[in-house]
Structures are given as C-alpha cells and as structure tokens.
C-alpha cells in the first residue's frame, strides 16, 4: 500500500450520469447459476486462511484468534481472525489520526475515485463476494446478490454525494462578501457494523466516513470478520493509503469499548441490538480527559415490524408480502417484518393462505440455494427456540416451530408462524431476530394502526390496502422510518428509499439517502469583506 496519496495516483472514475442501482441477478439464467456454483467452488478452496489486523498498514498477529464459521456447517472454518484488544486500540488511533493529517485535505474527486474504483473491482467479481456471504453468513443466493448489489450501489452513491457535497453553497451572497459553506471531516472515526449484512452495511459506514475525509477504525462483527476482510483487500488494490481504514476484529467489551471511549475518537458508525447501541451512546456521551468535542453516535439498531392487512387489501398479494419480508434470510434483518396484523372480516382467509405458503419453503444450506438458510449461531437459535416455546404456551402454532437436525449441525429453524398473538405478548413487542412471525387480529384499520404503533422501535412498516384515505392516514400517523405501501416491508434501495428508524430503532441516520453524508462532516462558514 501506498502511505501518501499523490495527487495522480488514483485515476479518477468519474460517475457517468446518474446514480443507478445495481440491477439484480437472475439465477433462472443458466449462465449466472454456472457463474455462483463456479464461485462457491473457488471461495471452498480459500476457506480457512488465516488474517492479519491491519494498522497504519503493517500486517500483525495476535495469541487469541478469532474463527469465523459457516453456520450451515460449524465445523467448517471460514476464516481464522487475530483478536485485537485493549492495547491495540492506542496503535490503531494512533494510526488513523497520522492519516487523517493527510487524507482530510486530499479533494473530494480523488476520495471519491477510490469509491467508484472499489465499486468497479467488486462488480467484476460479483459472484465470489456473493460466495463468501453464503459461506460466512448462510445467505442463499438471492440474498448474497442483494447485499454485494447494496455494496456497490453504496460506494457509487456516496462517490457521487461526496462530489455534490464539496460542490456547496451558501443559499445567498451577502452584499459585499464573499460567502463559503465547506463540509469538512470530523476525524477518525469508529465503524462498528453488523453480521447480518457484513459486505454492505459494513462497507456503507466505512465508505461514507472516508470518502468525506474522515479516517477509520474498522472494528467487524466477530461472526462475520472475513468479508469485511475480503473489502479493505478492495480498498487497498482501489489505492487506498495506509492508516485510512484499520481492520481490527476484536471483542466488543475490551477493544470496542476502548475505541469507542478514547477521547481522540470523534465519532462512532454502529449498526446491531438496541443494548449494544445505547451502551455506544452512553459510554460516546461522557467527556474523557483531554476531549474537546461532543462525539457524535450514528446508530442503526432493532426493529419489530409490522405489515398491517386491511379487509380490503390484495390477500395473496398481502400473503406473499409477509412471507418475503418475514423469512427473507431466516428473519435476520432489522427490517423484517414479525408481526402480521389483520383485520377480522380476512384474518381467517389469510392465515390459511400463508400456512400454506410457508409451506412450501424449503430450509437447508444455502450453497445449495435453499429458501432459508441457517441462523447466524448456536446462542442464537436457541434464543429463538425459547421463543417458540412461550409462544406455544399463549399463542396458536401454525407452521414450523422445529429446528431440523442436520449431518453438519447447522443452526436451523423453519420458517415459524404463530396466529392468535396478544398485542402485548412477548412475540409481539420483543425483537426475536429469527424465522418467526406472530399475527395479530384486530377488528379495524384503526385499532390496526395503533397496534403497528405500540413497541418502542420504529423502523420499517408496511400497509396492504386499495383504500388512498387509508394510505394517506397511515402516511400521517404510521410512525416509522422506512414505510410502504403494497409491498414488502424489507429491501430498501439505496438512492430511492433513505434507510433508518425512529425511538428505539436508532438515530434515523438514512444510509443511502441525501442526508447521509451530513453525519459525517461538519459545517465550515466563511466570509471574506470585498
């Protein structure tokens, strides 16, 4: 890697015309399924490498590993991880602030060449990055693509909006002055993300926080470290400078918290639970000795969401709705859709229709492109299995409730329903992040919306009705970040549906959307007497 950028050391990729999303993969194409089978067997025989943390550009080890596995296979290791801890937060703050001195005055265009150069190597290989997801996380192919496809539509975006940004004004020129509004970086940063979506969420955070200026600490998901691993290797044939981005796997209680409490820190990127971020938010809150700044948290957390089906809706295209935002990668998505709620005069019909939906899903390893795939880990499914039991005890079970043994001991669970669910019970209000789904039955729209409105998260809904005054009341008063009508409640596109939740659900930061880079960068006024 290079430790200065030189002001022609990236070709500029310049952005040619709008921004477009990443269109996605169709598998019923011969060619395509040649394509993934072909890139499975390639990341088969590149599982189990070991990695190194990556600080100011000098490879390191560690005593303690951490090892990434497949969960639809256990025993099969993903890849071996050094553990960073405590005494590697100094190093690698050290690092990104020497960076920083450097990269905080390197023009926009040439940030935002790196991006469209990332976004180009991983559109060439596509089809590995969706193999590494598969093995890593249990996506099948549908949800790999859609995460690699976020991927790129993210580091096109923020290439783009960086540009716009640097591009701006003050809304007038005060007579006699000469007026200037410049967004600059706030300085190094933590980025924190998730499992569930480790190539995209991860690379979204990371990608805005450098193409503004700023310099990173990129602290992976202990599930999921291999892919992000997979990204700064990107970053670094895209050109990348030494000690832009630190990759530091390490354990949330010892490096974590000590990145995110340093007080050279300036901000902290986290997406995953509602503990976890408000504990960032609390420890980011407190001024440490020698701090000279407010820290500011950017924070995506849980979700529990619900789709609301009205008498008069399109049932079976309410049925497939639900199933879709429901068990899409076995429910693990902040945006999944765990509460049906149905209006009595079709709670009947409906139920029945998705029973027997549900039942043609097909649970099994992903590889072999399974409708679902495993849950992330051990602790994990047996979170969910305590689930299905209470529900068992105060709900009706409709479908799935068992989690099927496998030759490899994977962490299943089928695709679960439970009818007859209380408002207030706790399928209803607590986040199971899993394959399960409780429908509630109200007896009218209005009572309907007040239910979709009784957890304390906010963040995606969605309404099945061919009535617009219903659709405009639930505009008005369906509080959540991210709401839609007559479709599915999860796969929001980066450009056209700005991502992010109220209460609970986080700091409604909206990645992929024209506010985003805001969050990280701060606003420079200047005027010059003429």
Known sequence: MTTVIASNSIHLRSPRGGFANEPFTDFKTPENARAMKSALELVASQLGREYDLIIGGQRLKTADKIRSTNPARPAQVVGVHQKAGAEHAEKSISAALRAFEFWRSVPAEERASLLLHAAQIVRGRKFEFMAWLTYEVGKNWAEADADVGETIDFLEFYAREALRLAAAATPIQYPGERDELIYIPLGVGAVIPPWNFPFAIMAGMTA????????????????????????????????????????????GATFGNAIVEDPRTRFIAFTGSKAVGLEIHERAAKARPGQIWIKRTILEMGGKDSILVCADADLDAAVEGVTASAFGFSGQ???????????????????????????????????????????????????????????????????????????????????????????????????????????????SFEEGLKVANNTEYGLTGSIYSTDREKLNRARREFHVGNLYFNRKCTGAMVGAHPFGGFNMSGTDSKAGGPDYLYLFTQAKSVAEKL
């Open 208 to 251: 805005a926080s450098i193409v503004t200026g700023n310099t990173v600490i990129l602290k992976p998901s202990s599930d999921a470290p291999t892919i992000a691993a997979k990204f700064v290797e990107v970053l670094e044939e895209a050109g990348m400078p030494d000690g832009v981005v630190n990759f530091c796997p390490g354990s």
């Open 333 to 443: 998505k902040c945006s999944a859709c765990s509460r049906a709620i149905v209006e009595a005069p079709v709670y009947d019909v409906f139920v029945e229709r998705l029973r027997e939906r549900v039942a043609k899903l097909t649970v099994g390893d992903p590889a072999a492109n399974h409708n679902l795939g495993p849950v992330i880990n051990k602790g994990a499914l047996a979170s969910m299995l305590g689930y299905v039991e209470a529900g068992k005890k105060e709900s009706r079970l409709v479908a799935g409730g068992s989690a099927p043994a496998t030759a490899e001991g994977g962490y299943f669970l089928e695709p679960t329903v439970f009818a007859d669910v209380a408002p207030d019970a706790a399928l209803a209000q607590e986040e199971i992040f899993g394959p399960v789904l409780a429908v509630i039955k109200v007896e």
